[in-house]
């Protein structure tokens, strides 16, 4: 159900507000309310990068594994050395 709200802004702003809420195809009326529904939803936690990748399968590599010997190999094989 919607109710009505009176509100006493400055006229330039309503001016702007109004030309604005046209240019975006709304009206001022769903700009506030989609602001007011913006600002009283609670905050979304933000996931931490470092969260994320900790999370990841890790890869197992054999011991002798030569980390250097395959990026050369690699790059060898990509580019024609």
């Known amino acids: 159900m919607k109710a009505r709200v009176n509100l ?3 006229e330039e702003l309503l001016i702007q ?6 240019k975006i195809g ?3 009326s769903e700009l ?3 602001y007011f529904r913006k600002i009283t939803q609670p905050k979304q936690q ?4 470092f969260e994320i990748v900790n999370k990841l399968e890790k890869p197992i590599f054999p011991e002798d594994f030569d980390f250097k010997k395959e990026y050369y190999e ?3 094989e990509k580019y024609g050395f």
Do not use: G
């Not at 507000?17 to 046209?22: E, L, S």
């Open 8 to 10: 006493t802004i400055e």
């Open 17 to 22: 507000a109004k030309k604005h809420a046209a």
């Open 26 to 28: 709304t009206s001022v």
């Open 32 to 34: 506030v309310e989609s």
């Open 46 to 49: 933000k996931v931490k990068l």
């Open 74 to 76: 690699a790059r060898k």
